[in-house]
């Protein structure tokens, strides 16, 4: 197997700590951020870009992926990095948020979920066994097993529910990745959850890791919840794994709750938000979030930002994005994806020299 994780410097200050994952398609630094390739695509980049902006790893979606283009395109296509022409590591997540979040019905069981896809309408059943399936096919180098994502609101019980679904779904999970034949060399990662209760999301992490997978996600969070809540039930999550295995905070994006989460030990990152504020106009500098479409941008002839190399930066001002957003062109959620991107790509840099230089 390839994958390995080391730690090469560890925080005198908190438990932040600068690694390297390496898998069959590469190797990435951590803290490291994902951007997120919904359908085999981060919008408005192609692979050429993610790489020059200094992307490392993206994440796919199992649940879109699955329903179009469909398992058999993409093994007909000889895998997902074949299909997409991505050549660098590929994480899989499991789909659970998804059919969480976008079907119009859908029925939880231990069994599996029961949904309605989104795209047409039509009624699918999901277990652990399909997911894990379906990701062999894929070829991704890190995949994730189906789990029960809840509402931050959730009744206690319903909380415990999900989480002890989770477990044992985890448990057919590994049995389904040791059986599934595979051309791909993979890794299968853990998810615990839990909700927003001390004693659940303790009780997932401690369960999730006696079946000692090489690596965790932690799912649950970003649901709604304060922002010191988060980092309260993550710090339990986190500190019942192993410290020297990889954890993935899943779905967690804006730069402040990456920044506290590094400090607890979290490697990997993923969100939609820089992509998705580049389509609403949107840019980030060290002071926050601009709106480009501001008619103070209208005779700006300076850079989005000084201190930023990137292709937009380098070549355009912030009076001519402003008149490709106003005037609706593509090129405008193009430029803007290319800078918030790399913005994101520099930031997870610095924590990383931070946490080098114990200055984080």
Known sequence: MTFKFDISKKSKRSKARVGKIVTYH??????????????????????????????????????????????????????????????????????GYQIFSLSRLRKMDDEGALFCSHVDGSEHMITPEKVIEIQKVFGSDIIMPLDE??????DKSKVKDAADRTTRWAERSIKAFRSHNSNFDQVLFGITQGGMHKDLRERSAEEIRSLDFPGYGI?????????????????????????EKPKHLMGVGFPEDITDAVKHGIDLFDCVLP?????????????????????????????????????????????????????????????????????????????????????L
């Open 26 to 95: 590469g190797a990435i630094d951590t803290p490291a951020f994902l951007p997120v390739g919904t359908q085999g695509t981060v919008k408005a980049a192609s692979p050429r870009i993610l790489i020059e902006v200094g992307t490392e790893i993206i994440l796919c979606n199992t649940y879109h992926l699955y329903l179009r283009p469909g398992i058999d395109v993409i093994r007909a296509a000889g895998g997902l990095h074949k299909f997409i022409n991505w050549k660098g590591p590929i994480l899989t997540d499991s789909g």
């Open 149 to 154: 994502c809840i509402h931050y609101h959730c």
């Open 219 to 243: 799912g649950g969070l970003s649901v709604g919840e304060p922002h010191e809540l988060m980092l309260e039930m993550l710090e339990i999550s986190a500190d019942n794994l192993e410290y």
């Open 275 to 359: 992509t998705r504020l580049a389509r609403h106009g949107a840019f980030l500098t060290k002071e926050g979030k601009s709106i480009i479409r501001n008619s103070q941008f209208e005779k700006d002839f300076t850079t989005l930002d000084k201190d930023c190399d990137c292709y937009t930066c380098r070549n355009f001002t912030r009076a001519y994005l402003r008149h490709l957003f106003m005037a609706k062109e593509m090129l405008s959620a193009m430029l803007l994806t290319i800078h918030n991107l790399r913005y994101y790509i520099r930031m997870m840099a610095k924590i990383r020299k931070d946490i080098t230089e114990d200055k």
